[in-house]
């Protein structure tokens, strides 16, 4: 079955440091890959994706992800934390060839950054 | 946020009442989704309407009825719910096309409480 994997419900990092929310998936085929940050009390907002190319991708508020094949790995990566990162953190993958519904997501990461 | 907008944002209704949940884009997106976000759950997907026409339904049980009268407006109907119906539902859109890695864009959701 096809699938995605976030093995932490939650990260704790101080603000300054480097953090890293994990996620791996189980999927044929080469995917597409996304992460997504929810807010309190709003929508899941859209940070960055993987098609093809380079496997460092940039996203928004200065977050990137590795995509790393061998590893079916997509960690999500800033290299300094901000107290406003703390949020709830998704990661998404889908078939290529795929209509739009073929969309996975894993259960979440809750990143908390303390001051 | 204001692409995607959902009301009520708030819901209260008992196990016997009828209500409605309703989503609008601004995007200009042809698939509209619904997705049901429990606790310590992966989201969950309902529904996919891709051009105002259903493409995708994962078994949801019969008390949840959607509707998409044109490529802007979703409806979510609900009638005899029951308690563990409980949860933030969120409403998204995307363009859609197959191959295509388009991303979700998300509303503030509906926190539905069945009592």
């Known amino acids: 079955a096809q699938s995605v994997a976030q093995p932490e419900d939650q990260v704790n990092v101080a603000e300054g440091n480097p953090l890293t929310v994990k996620c791996t998936y189980s999927?044929?085929?080469?995917?597409?890959l996304f992460w997504y940050v929810q807010y309190p009390n709003r929508g899941l907002q859209f940070l960055l994706k993987y098609i093809t190319g380079d496997n460092l991708v940039k996203g928004s508020y200065g977050f990137e992800a590795e995509f790393n094949k061998s590893q079916t790995s997509f960690h999500l990566k800033k290299p300094s934390a901000l107290v406003s990162d703390s949020a709830l953190y998704f990661c998404?993958?889908?078939?290529?060839?795929?209509?739009?519904?073929?969309?996975?997501f894993g259960s979440g990461t809750r990143l908390s950054i303390r001051p | 946020e204001t692409g995607v907008t959902q009301t009520p944002r708030h819901l209260v209704m008992g196990m016997t009442n009828k209500k409605s949940l309703k989503c609008e884009q601004h995007?200009?997106?042809?698939?509209m989704y619904w997705y049901k976000q429990s606790a310590k759950k992966p989201l969950e997907l309902m529904f996919v309407?891709?051009?105002?026409?259903?493409?995708e339904n994962n078994s949801v049980p019969s008390r949840f009825s959607p509707e998409c009268p044109n490529s802007s407006h979703l409806f979510l109907h609900l009638h005899t719910l029951q308690p563990e119906d409980s949860a933030l539902y969120l409403c998204?859109?995307?363009?859609?096309?197959?191959?295509?890695?388009?991303?979700?864009?998300f509303g503030p959701g509906t926190r539905l409480t069945v009592t």
């Open positions: 998404a993958v889908r078939l290529p060839w795929s209509s739009a519904s073929k969309i996975i």
């Open positions: 999927v044929s085929g080469n995917p597409y």
């Open positions: 995007l200009g997106h042809n698939a």
């Open positions: 309407y891709s051009l105002e026409e259903r493409v």
């Open positions: 998204a859109s995307s363009q859609d096309g197959t191959g295509q890695a388009y991303e979700q864009y």
